[in-house]
């Protein structure tokens, strides 16, 4: 579905380098069992790499990746996501059986994190991704007035588009979903690969492990500790555009989700002139802002995804001011900017307690 800026598992190449944070053994390293699962979903990679088990979930893996594409990627014509974004008809509902319940989660949570940042995160976005080249179709002519119209078609508020889910003596029938105009679509690429990491290692859970790491297109979660008994360590790339890579810093997770997103990859120019790929819903244009990439960690890794996303919308003074003023609880947020062509960083307390900055930007 997405990512612009990669976070890499620190295995062999950072082995060497020291944690500020003291290792912690679970369980003797002696009786672990490192299984890794690697594989290609929603347009990326994705890595598992677990312990205590021998078993091989691959299968399973994969399973649980098909059925949430089915769902929810805009890349998968006979999608459910796409046959709502085809239906414009205003004087009736698309009704469908919601047996996943993926759809109608992504659609709670997301309209929640709409009304918490004030629109910055909204996935009614689709329109104006689409007008500005980044979605399906080829760049549209932009001007103001095609902005205008794109814009106008977005927003999570109910008289624009609603979810309904019926039930019947307390037993859930049937989802109705409600548009208030025609072109209304929408587009969870800003919060789907979390969400799907979550699924993944909400299954993981249920086979009875406990000790993991579970990667997918750069959203990471952790849970317990690697095979050395310690913190998983999650490296963030430099916000560099050259194509080489080279780490800035390394988190040390454990029990929790990391994601992180950023604009420096991912644009377009014309006659000089850069186009981010991050879309401020708000006004219709790309962001042009100073901060280059938004790293969050949460207890989950939708929440951490649609963050790093909001944070990106924002830029670096509102996404401090909305950190600040504890507009949401939990989160744990590392942003690298430019201030004046030299690269800077700002962090969270928390934050500072887990990561490792490698070297200077």
């Not at 796409?82 to 009736?92: E, G, H, L, P, V």
């Not at 105009?181 to 699924?199: H, K, M, P, T, W």
């Not at 504890?326 to 690269?343: A, K, R, T």
Request: aromatic share 12%; charged share 25%.
């Amino acid at each position: 579905m997405k990512r612009v800026v990669f976070i890499f598992i620190a295995a062999v190449v950072l082995a060497a380098c020291g944690t500020s944070e003291p290792p912690v053994q679970e369980t003797p390293p002696s009786t672990f069992q490192n299984m890794v699962i690697t594989g290609e979903a929603q347009g990326t990679t994705y890595t598992i790499r677990y312990i205590e088990d021998t078993v091989d979930y691959k299968t399973q893996v994969d399973s649980i990746l098909l059925r949430i594409d089915q769902d929810l990627s805009t890349w998968v014509p006979s999608s459910l996501i796409n046959q709502i974004n085809a239906f414009d008809r205003t004087d009736t509902v698309f009704a469908f059986y919601d047996s996943t319940k993926y759809f109608s989660v992504m659609f709670d949570v997301s309209r929640e994190i709409w009304n918490k940042t004030d629109g910055a995160f909204d996935p009614t976005v689709y329109p104006l991704v689409d007008l500005w080249g980044f979605g399906l179709s080829n760049r549209g002519d932009v001007n103001d007035e095609a902005v205008m119209e794109a814009q106008s078609k977005v927003g999570m508020m109910e008289a624009n588009i609603d979810m309904i889910e019926l039930e019947e003596n307390y037993l859930y029938q049937t989802t109705w979903i409600r548009k208030g105009q025609e072109g209304v679509r929408l587009d969870f690429n800003a919060i789907a690969q979390g969400f799907s990491v979550d699924l993944i290692t909400e299954f993981l859970e249920e086979q009875g492990v406990n000790n993991y790491m579970v990667e997918l297109g750069g959203e990471v979660s952790c849970k317990g500790v690697n095979a050395e008994g310690n913190a998983w360590r999650i490296a963030i790339d430099k916000p560099k555009d050259d194509g080489e890579r080279e780490f800035q810093a390394i988190v040390n997770v454990r029990n929790k989700a990391v994601a992180t997103s950023g604009n420096y990859r991912k644009f377009y120019e014309v006659d000089g002139v850069r186009y981010s790929h991050t879309i401020d819903p708000r006004t219709g244009y790309p962001v042009t802002h100073s901060l280059l990439s938004a790293t969050v960690m949460a207890s989950d890794c939708a929440t951490a995804d649609a963050y790093a996303t909001s944070f990106m919308v924002m830029g670096k003074d509102d996404a401090i001011a909305f950190i600040e003023d504890g507009m949401v609880s939990g989160l744990e947020v590392y942003l690298i900017y430019d201030e004046g062509g030299v690269y800077k960083t700002w962090m969270t307390a928390g934050m500072n307690e887990v990561i490792e900055e490698l070297n200077d930007l």
